[in-house]
């Protein structure tokens, strides 16, 4: 009954069929404001929130309701409970409530020049909104724009950097110096109403931030030779200049009768500005020290948005780090995933295959929770690899540096030119440059080690290495992915349009004699040339090859006769009613950057502008399609699909982060095991759907009442299947218990399993 228990708060724990989850990086701080006890720390991809009474910390992203990524700024109005959120793109949020209004006025409207959101103001009912072209006044009880401010000479468009209110009055920073108005002016959309300062601005200077304090304003002069920067500060006579306490300075914010000055330099706390006594802290009490943003969040602490930890809260000289888990980056290029952890490749190519030289990083997920792991003597992950013997360790291609093995994930070794089969490009250089993993059927190791001699490679079980001369043959600069079929045929991508290389190692793979390979491009049965320009190839759980391209999906279904050159062929889709009466090749205008085959294999693609697909086994039918627009994904580039083997989680690597999405498709049981479903019990308030987990393929799933009664009947997808909490007419079941009866495709087994309702 105990295990039953843990069991079943095991299943619960488990995100349900349906949801998504962002992994992203929070370490990036960008902004940060305060209010209502909470504090809000802005990164590119969403905010992490710190409730200051309870030291629980929270995200706000794509996920919960945000409507993109590229965050600029935040701001917080205490009286109003509302969080503006800014974006690169001009995009703004409101949050109140937990409910987000978006604003694209600004995205949308007809401008040259940058939109970027770079603060907030708010005044009563009004936001002003500051941004790279001037001033937007956004109606917070009307829910509209009321007027937008170019301000600058002539109404020209100038960009504003910060905004503050005093006296009555409204400030903005700008690249042409400080200009003011009355903010009750009724007539401010005319530039001849804002008035400028009149002190003058070094050469190629500008002012980059503004803060209001009791006495008075302070801006902020970022010049750009090498004298420090300057605080020019308005006491309500005139405008006064000091030197800044840091050379370079990034921002000045006030609250809590305090200024407090930011730079990489250190933190500056004033707390009768401008008077030259203050207090300075140049690090944290942990780590490294590079903050962007620092305000006052009380009369004695501060919370600092930092380049690198994300969120930092305390009193000067005892911070503590604030920061949900995550990846310490949203840099993602390749992921593998086994039962017990996901692990992802943070590395890269540029455009023209060459280094982007990021230190060899590996992102790692295991019991919910994130690890990065860095090695600065090596570069670039560019794919990462599951032992399918042991799920715990990891193979990791670096494009320079050999392969790296980790196991749970902890660096364990190295291998390159010196002391395996691997090559370099030059003898004593850092460029053993690795595309392709895979493990064949015997447990052994292969590699595409790129501009070698001998491209192929093997770690053979007994951590033997042995390199093969097939250069001459694959004929390419560029190599890609490596995939092993399930006949033990390894594949070779041949990028820009030069097909794939197809190589049967034998039954010795320590010897090339026994060898069958060929280079080859992809034909129709009748020999007409299909798109040869191929970025991925998946095999699915009926042994087809399928081939992403340039120009969307080819499918083989006689990969076995690869070496067989006048019966092995390939074909395209056809997809009826995509246009009515007209059939159309499975996504033949789409890049498909990876292809991903889940337990009921329905093939996954991702796409380099469209998104995510999800089709049915034969890929003739759309079962899902998310963009940017209709889910999460903070990008429709999308780099690498993976689906968790056993809980059916997907996986996209993005190159704006990483997401995921909890499908309904497992990989099936060879035989009942522990049939349960989750959530259980289902409460009132959960309105998503059931899922009856540890299935076989094509069980049939009959829900019945106590009394016998059937309610609903499904077929499994893989190793689970759904049910809505609705019955035959589509109403949602009462509350009492369920009855869940499962049988084989043969009739031959069968479990059962139970869960209750409560309305």
Not at 396 to 417: C, L
Not at 454 to 474: C, Q, R
Not at 493 to 515: H, K, M, Q, W, Y
Request: glycine share 8%.
């Amino acid at each position: 009954m105990l295990l039953l228990l843990l069991f079943s708060i095991a299943a619960m724990a488990q995100p349900p069929v349906g949801s998504w989850r962002d992994h992203f990086s929070y370490n990036t701080g960008i902004d940060v404001t305060f209010g209502n006890g909470n504090v809000y720390c802005a990164s590119h991809n969403g905010i992490s929130i710190y409730r200051t009474a309870t030291n629980e910390v929270s995200t706000f992203s794509k996920v919960q309701g945000l409507s993109g990524v590229g965050i600029s700024s935040i701001a917080y109005s205490e009286s109003l409970s509302i969080l503006a959120v800014g974006y690169t793109d001009g995009t703004i949020d409101l949050v109140q409530n937990d409910r987000v209004t978006t604003i694209v006025d600004i995205k949308n409207k007809v401008l040259q020049g940058s939109k970027e959101i770079t603060s907030f103001l708010f005044i009563g009912d009004r936001l002003l909104i500051a941004s790279g072209f001037g001033i937007v006044e956004y109606n917070l009880t009307r829910s509209e724009i009321r007027d937008t401010y170019f301000v600058g000479n002539g109404g020209s468009q100038v960009p504003v950097f910060g905004l503050a209110y005093w006296n009555s009055r409204i400030y903005a920073s700008t690249s042409i110096g400080v200009l003011s108005a009355d903010a009750n002016d009724p007539l401010l959309i005319l530039y001849e109403r804002w008035e400028n300062a009149g002190f003058p601005l070094g050469a190629g200077a500008t002012l980059s931030d503004i803060a209001s304090y009791s006495n008075g304003v302070v801006a902020l002069e970022n010049t750009l030779d090498a004298n420090p920067d300057v605080l020019h500060y308005f006491n309500g006579v005139q405008w006064e200049a000091m030197a800044a306490p840091f050379g370079n300075v990034s921002s000045v914010k006030s609250g809590f009768e305090r200024v407090v000055v930011t730079s990489k330099e250190g933190i500056a706390v004033y707390s009768a500005f401008p008077n030259i006594n203050y207090q300075t802290v140049t690090s944290y009490n942990f780590w490294t020290f590079k903050p962007n943003v620092a305000i006052p969040v009380s009369a004695t602490e501060l919370a600092v948005a930092d380049n690198i930890l994300g969120l930092a809260v305390g009193e000067m000289g005892n911070f503590k780090h604030v920061l949900p888990n995550g990846p310490n980056s949203n840099r993602v290029y390749s992921i593998a995933a086994s039962s017990s952890r996901v692990t992802v490749a943070a590395g890269s190519r540029n455009a023209a295959w060459g280094n982007m030289y990021y230190p060899l990083t590996i992102h790692s997920f295991a019991n919910e929770r994130w690890r990065t792991t860095e090695r600065y003597s090596a570069f670039d992950a560019v794919r990462a690899l599951v032992n399918p013997r042991n799920p715990e360790e990891v193979y990791v291609a670096s494009w320079g540096n050999g392969i790296t093995r980790f196991e749970s994930g902890e660096f364990k070794e190295q291998f390159d030119q010196y002391n395996s089969s691997l090559q370099s490009i030059f003898p004593d250089g850092a460029f053993c440059r690795i595309s392709g993993l895979a493990f064949d059927l015997k447990g052994n190791l292969w590699a595409s080690n790129v501009m070698v001699g001998e491209p192929i490679s093997v770690k053979t079980t007994g951590n033997e290495w042995y390199s093969f001369p097939y250069a001459s043959v694959i004929n390419a600069d560029r190599l890609s992915d490596l995939v092993c079929s399930p006949t033990g045929v390894l594949w070779l991508i041949i990028p820009r349009g030069e097909g794939l290389f197809a190589l049967n190692p034998g039954a010795d793979v320590t010897s090339a004699a026994d060898d069958k390979y060929r280079r080859f491009k992809l034909y129709t049965r009748e020999g007409n040339v299909l798109p040869n320009d191929i970025y991925s190839i998946a095999f699915d759980r009926d042994g087809y090859l399928w081939v992403g391209t340039s120009e969307g999906v080819v499918v083989s279904y006689n990969p076995d006769k690869v070496f067989e050159t006048n019966q092995f062929y390939a074909q395209r889709i056809k997809v009826p009613d995509v246009v009515p009466g007209l059939a159309v090749y499975l996504l033949e205008s789409e890049t498909i950057n990876s292809i991903a085959i889940d337990g009921g294999s329905r093939k996954w693609f991702g796409t380099a502008k469209s998104g995510a697909y999800l089709q049915s086994s034969d890929g003739s039918k759309q079962i899902l399609h998310f963009t940017t627009n209709n889910s999460p994904l903070p990008s429709n580039n999308i780099l690498d699909i993976k689906v968790h083997p056993t809980t059916g989680e997907v996986f996209f690597a993005t190159d704006e982060g990483m997401v995921s999405y909890r499908a309904e498709s497992t990989l099936p049981y060879q035989a009942f095991g522990k049939v349960y479903a989750f959530p259980n019990p289902v409460r009132p308030d959960f309105m998503g759907v059931i899922t009856i987990a540890g299935l076989m393929e094509n069980t049939t799933v009959k829900i019945t009442d106590i009394a016998g009664n059937l309610v609903y009947e499904t077929k499994s997808v893989g190793g689970q299947a759904t049910w809505d909490g609705k019955n035959l007419r589509g109403r949602r079941v009462a509350t009492g218990v369920y009855l869940i009866l499962c049988s084989d495709s043969s009739g031959e087994q069968t479990a059962t399993a139970k869960v209750l309702f409560v309305n």
